[in-house]
């Protein structure tokens, strides 16, 4: 059974400070790596993904870095501010490599709660 | 642009009644997929539709089923209801299928006494 492997389970990170969250995975079916934040009572909504034509994506304080080699890729949250508290979700699309089959595989999550 | 909804957002069912849940995607997003989330397992994936045909399906027993209408608006059944059941269920919507940006509900929590 393919699977997603997310760690930490919970981060505490002191504002201001890097806040990193990693991923491994089995075998995609496509190459899209998303990151997913998540509030307290809603939705899931996306944050940042990457295709990797590209080993980094950054957009504001978010970057995504990626390592195919190692089947692995991360989530840097850099200056974290208490607004970032939330759990975040990889969720890289595994399945039958044929396009419709690919559903995205949340891994279960980061709690990562940013101190003042 | 209205967002997706889902409905009920909190609903309670005795072991063994049934459930159905509604979801009206984004105008113009022709899949829709459904995941169940529990504090120990995460988002788990149920099944997706698209253009009222099922796409794709989570190891979910046959209790677990859904539909998709013309309109793309889809809803999701659970019967014969266990205690395990209890879940927030979500709902996304997205442009077509395959990897993409999946747009989420805020989801119907279900609590099964």
């Known amino acids: 059974q393919q699977q997603v492997k997310q760690s930490p389970q919970s981060l505490i990170v002191q504002k201001g400070g890097i806040s990193i969250i990693n991923c491994a995975y089995e075998n995609t079916a496509f190459d899209y790596f998303p990151w997913y934040q998540q509030f307290p009572g809603k939705g899931p909504a996306l944050l940042i993904a990457i295709r990797p034509d590209v080993s980094e994506k950054k957009e504001g304080r978010f970057t995504i870095s990626f390592n195919k080699s190692a089947k692995q890729f991360s989530l840097h949250i850099m200056d974290s501010q208490p607004g970032d508290s939330a759990t975040y979700f990889c969720a890289p699309p595994l399945g039958i490599s044929n396009f419709g089959n690919e559903k995205l595989t949340f891994g279960t999550g980061t709690r990562l709660t940013i101190i003042p | 642009k209205a967002g997706v909804t889902q409905t009920p957002r909190y609903l309670i069912k005795t072991r063994g009644q049934q459930v159905t849940l509604s979801c009206s995607p984004i105008?113009?997003?022709?899949?829709v997929s459904w995941y169940q989330q529990t504090p120990g397992q995460g988002l788990q994936f149920l099944f997706e539709y698209f253009s009222e045909t099922q796409r794709n399906k989570g190891n979910f027993p046959g209790r677990f089923s859904g539909r998709q209408f013309s309109n793309s608006r889809s809803e999701m059944n659970v019967s014969t209801l266990e205690l395990g059941d209890s879940a927030l269920y979500l709902c996304?919507?997205?442009?077509?299928?395959?990897?993409?940006?999946?747009?989420f509900g805020e989801g119907s929590r279900l609590t099964v006494l």
């Open positions: 105008s113009g997003h022709r899949s």
């Open positions: 996304a919507s997205s442009l077509a299928l395959g990897p993409g940006e999946l747009f």
